[in-house]
């Protein structure tokens, strides 16, 4: 038998994504860098505010230093850096509810979504 849906969605989906974003970094070249990940979960170079100049990238809550959380005014990642956790999706068990990420980055109808999805 295979391995159902939501197992793959719980354990396979992330590690496609991460093999991905790997796999795409080294097809690239040596020079290549991995993309960038937020603490929010978006990819640096798909977020709205770096794509309008008003963001330098970012880091997970764990890789966050002092001076950036102190520099960024992302509440995002402070509060990922606060909580010493990666990613406020993976991490966090308010992430559907947070006020931080409602509409920023993600919308309330795909936040709905997947709290029902995780209740399911």
């Known amino acids: ?37 937020g603490a929010c979960g978006l990819a640096c170079k798909t977020c709205p505010l770096m794509k309008a100049g008003k963001c330098k990238g970012c880091a997970s809550g764990k890789e966050a230093s002092a001076e950036m959380v102190k520099k960024k005014p992302c509440p995002v990642l402070k509060c990922a850096a606060m909580k010493k956790i990666d990613y406020c999706g993976t991490g966090c068990k308010m992430f559907t509810k947070c006020k931080k990420v409602v509409g920023k980055p993600y919308a309330a109808t795909f936040l709905a979504m997947i709290d029902k999805k995780l209740k399911a």
Request: glycine fraction near 14%; charge should be positive.
């Open 1 to 37: 038998m295979g391995i159902s849906r939501r197992n793959f969605l719980a354990t396979g989906a992330s590690a496609a994504a991460t093999a991905g974003i790997l796999g795409a970094s080294v097809a690239m070249g040596a020079e290549a860098k991995p993309a960038m990940i």
